[in-house]
């Protein structure tokens, strides 16, 4: 279950439990609208309870189908799991975003850094 939200030039994602396809057909339209109204997003995405080798091949899915990467300046990972971390390193040569891994502890913090 994903849920998506918006304030200014942020994006707020939460991805509960197992992400399925209809996840997917919401977010990528929510994401491309959002860069359709503004050239500089940044991205709180939060991880709650996220299946390791479905979150993997999410972010594969948004690789292929995301081409406005210029248009992301920051993303906050907030999860709580060795894999999430890593996820987040892995990310890192394939964007020119500046992405930042955040425990569940760390929540607030990442919220901060987005915004700012």
């Known amino acids: 279950m994903i849920s998506l939200e918006s304030k200014g030039n942020t994006i707020y994602t939460i991805a509960e439990k197992k992400l399925d396809k209809e ?27 996220v299946e390791g080798a479905k979150a993997i091949a999410a972010w594969k899915n948004l690789k292929i189908n995301i081409d406005y990467n210029n248009q992301l300046d920051k993303i906050a990972m907030v999860g709580g799991k060795e894999w999430q971390d890593w996820l987040t390193q892995l990310m890192k040569p394939f964007s020119n975003a500046e992405i930042k891994y955040f425990t ?12 700012d």
């Open 23 to 49: 996840d997917y057909r919401q977010l990528i339209p929510f994401l491309e609208r959002k860069t359709d109204f503004n050239d500089h997003i940044n991205w709180y995405f939060e991880m709650k309870d």
């Open 104 to 115: 569940q502890q760390q929540k607030e913090r990442a919220q901060n850094w987005i915004e």
